[in-house]
């Protein structure tokens, strides 16, 4: 094992990277590997053949690397490696066995995954800001509306009491249906607005779960 050579290099792998048996069979490890990978497996292979002499490694452990390999045509290409150790009958390592896979196009596919939710991560947060800015407008259009509507409500229905009152006797029953029609609609406005005003202070509390009576919230918008 420690001459690292090859002894038998499957079909699938020479269709992988391009090259001939002939070829691939007296090629190096080094020469298929790019200099980062080779570094990193014969580190992995060190790290395992010490494992394995202090009985620490499982007999048949499979380890599995993400490598790069060059192509004859020049190229790099991304590859999963499934390694393990082949033992004589004393149990001794004296060769390595494994199995090589093209894993080029996964790769790709998980980094525009990867790329697509960080995307998706930006959106989301976009989003969030413009609503919250939104919730911020409609709070300050909610205050707005409440200010500039309830006072004129309120004298609208001073006035009406007013009339009510001072003109009691002067002013008929169809006159003071009126008024009190006056009345009854500015109450229902004000309570409209302070239901808005409500509505708007929802956006900066906590929701809170409670059990309504459904048939009276009917009742109450038919009679409305």
Known sequence: MQSLKF??????????????????????????????????????????????????????????????????????IDVEIKVKFVRGTNGNPYAIQGTTSDITERNKFEAEIEKLNQTLELKVIERTEQLQAANKELEAFSYSVSHNLHTPLRLIKGFSEILNQKYDKIIDDDGKHILDTISNNTQNMEKLIDSLLNLSKTTRSDLRKIEVDMNKIMNIVINE
Do not use: H, W
């Open 7 to 76: 002894i038998y290099i499957s079909p699938s792998v020479t269709r992988i990277l391009g090259y001939t048996k002939e070829e691939a069979i007296n090629m190096t490890i080094e020469q298929y590997l790019t200099p980062e990978s080779f570094q990193f497996i014969m580190k992995e292979l060190k790290e395992a053949i010490k494992l394995d002499s202090l009985k620490k490694l499982p007999p048949d452990e499979i380890r599995t690397y993400e490598v790069k390999e060059f192509c004859k045509n020049g190229s790099i």
